[in-house]
């Protein structure tokens, strides 16, 4: 096992090709430097592996020994932490038992029983930096809290924000002059919303677009979930996420889905826990200031990209896959509806205290009857300030008595 192979910054003066920064990518790099194993997790295909290269590029930027820096990917074959570590001396003639080295390990739950193995050598020698990440989140993140509880943090990567796609896309200056370039950046929105993975950015071929989310589904629900849980019919996930892909923001009625799809209600609960173990869809629980309360009440759904919505579905209203993307990298757990079926979006939440009703509109004038929601909301929780998510280009403030509500721009929303 030749370990130059994966490692091709020991090459003399070799950089990894990937000069776009992402927004996660400093809170990434904040870490590399403290004791804690640093956990990736995410959907397939969001850019995991591309976060650690460019780690180690900034590894070698700040003056690491290249020879310190160890990245290995166990899709080919899978040596055990202490047989790789005894190749790395080996070859590097480092000793890794007393010297500071970095271990960037890829695609980490190809190798069996790597939790215990990786807490053996972080608990004996706080000179190994460890980074891990790979495709199937949901076995990584379950076998972490398993052994290596309190040893790791964990991150999430999720699909690009907008911002993150026009710097891909190399238009980042449209976003200086919103007004000048007001049509471009909504033309470039609804493209995004179609494409909101980095590989996507390039497919201007619809059918091509729409083959390749619907097969990172497919290989989640068919290949990354069988790896980790057994049920019987992984077809009913697949219908599950179709259902969820019609109706993006539904409230299901579990006993209604289970009539429709043939299966039992506990079945339904289980399916759909496994989906968003998976990171497939994102679960949203009718508020209430009793925590309890809100999980016992109706859930309201949404996938975890509005590309996967349109892969699967053909929307005519845009609408629905603005919020949808709302959801995709809101950091919420909540929304609202009352008996009357008046309805807020999204409810963010820290604490009991610091309570902000969101909502999504892409309308471009918003006028108080579009904020009568929220401001009910508002009104009967006592709240002073919320926001709207709108398709306007400045920021905006709609007040009413002691309440303040800020309007801001899709673009701006990260």
């Given at each position: 096992?030749?370990?130059?192979?994966?490692?091709?910054?020991?090459?003399?003066?070799?950089?990894?090709?990937?000069?776009?920064?992402?927004?996660?990518?400093?809170?990434l790099m904040s870490f590399l430097n403290k004791r804690q194993i640093i956990e990736l997790s995410g959907l397939r295909r969001v850019g995991k592996s591309t976060l650690l290269f460019q780690m180690i590029n900034e590894l070698i930027k700040n003056r690491t020994n290249v020879f310190?820096?160890?990245?290995?990917?166990?899709?080919?074959?899978?040596?055990?932490?202490?047989?790789?570590?005894?190749?790395?001396?080996?070859?590097?003639?480092?000793?890794?038992?007393?010297?500071?080295?970095?271990?960037?390990?890829?695609?980490?739950?190809?190798?069996?029983?790597?939790?215990?193995?990786?807490?053996?050598?972080?608990?004996?020698?706080?000179?190994?930096?460890?980074?891990?990440?790979?495709?199937?989140?949901?076995?990584?993140?379950?076998?972490?809290?398993?052994?290596?509880?309190?040893?790791?943090?964990?991150?999430?990567?999720?699909?690009?924000?907008?911002?993150?796609?026009?710097?891909?896309?190399?238009?980042?200056?449209?976003?200086?002059?919103?007004?000048?370039?007001?049509?471009?950046?909504?033309?470039?929105?609804?493209?995004?919303?179609?494409?909101?993975?980095?590989?996507?950015?390039?497919?201007?071929?619809?059918?091509?677009?729409?083959?390749?989310?619907?097969?990172?589904?497919?290989?989640?629900?068919?290949?990354?979930?069988?790896?980790?849980?057994?049920f019987d019919n992984p077809s009913v996930l697949l219908r599950m996420v179709q259902y969820i892909a019609q109706q993006p923001g539904c409230i299901i009625n579990n006993l209604h889905l289970a009539q429709e799809l043939h299966i039992s209600n506990k079945t339904v609960a289980l399916?759909?826990?496994?989906?968003?173990?998976?990171?497939?869809?994102?679960?949203?629980?009718?508020?209430?200031?009793?925590?309890?309360?809100?999980?016992?009440?109706?859930?309201?759904?949404?996938?975890a990209s509005p590309s996967f919505s349109s892969a699967l579905v053909d929307f005519s209203h845009q609408g629905i896959l603005f919020e949808n993307y709302v959801a995709s990298i809101i950091r919420a757990h909540y929304f609202y509806r009352d008996v009357y079926q008046h309805e807020?979006?999204?409810?963010?939440?820290?604490?009991?205290?610091?309570?902000?009703?969101?909502?999504?509109?892409?309308?471009?004038?918003?006028?108080?009857?579009?904020?009568?929601?929220?401001?009910?909301?508002?009104?009967?929780?006592?709240?002073?300030?919320?926001?709207?998510?709108?398709?306007?280009?400045?920021?905006?403030?709609?007040?009413?008595?002691?309440?303040?509500?800020?309007?801001?721009?899709?673009?701006?929303?990260?």
């Open positions: 096992m030749q370990l130059v192979k994966y490692n091709r910054h020991w090459e003399s003066g070799f950089t990894y090709p990937y000069p776009k920064i992402r927004n996660i990518f400093p809170s310190h820096i160890l990245y290995f990917a166990f899709d080919e074959v899978q040596p055990t932490i202490e047989g790789l570590l005894n190749t790395f001396a080996t070859q590097t003639d480092i000793n890794f038992k007393k010297e500071q080295i970095y271990l960037f390990l890829d695609e980490i739950q190809k190798l069996p029983n790597f939790q215990n193995q990786i807490k053996v050598y972080y608990d004996l020698y706080p000179n190994i930096k460890f980074v891990i990440s790979g495709s199937t989140s949901f076995y990584i993140r379950k076998k972490s809290q398993e052994s290596l509880a309190g040893r790791t943090v964990s991150f999430v990567v999720k699909p690009l924000s907008f911002d993150e796609y026009l710097l891909f896309r190399e238009k980042s200056d449209l976003l200086r002059k919103p007004k000048l370039y007001e049509q471009e950046i909504k033309n470039e929105f609804a493209v995004f919303l179609r494409s909101q993975f980095i590989e996507s950015i390039v497919m201007r071929d619809e059918a091509i677009r729409k083959e390749y989310f619907s097969s990172i589904i497919k290989k989640i629900i068919y290949e990354d979930l069988p790896s980790v849980v057994s399916y759909l826990s496994y989906l968003e173990d998976a990171l497939l869809i994102k679960k949203f629980y009718n508020f209430s200031r009793n925590l309890i309360t809100s999980e016992k009440r109706f859930k309201k759904y949404y996938l807020v979006d999204f409810i963010c939440t820290e604490g009991t205290e610091n309570i902000i009703p969101l909502e999504a509109k892409q309308t471009r004038d918003v006028t108080k009857q579009d904020a009568h929601n929220i401001l009910l909301f508002m009104n009967k929780f006592s709240i002073k300030k919320g926001v709207i998510i709108y398709g306007g280009v400045e920021k905006k403030t709609i007040k009413k008595e002691d309440k303040e509500i800020n309007l801001i721009p899709y673009f701006l929303f990260s």
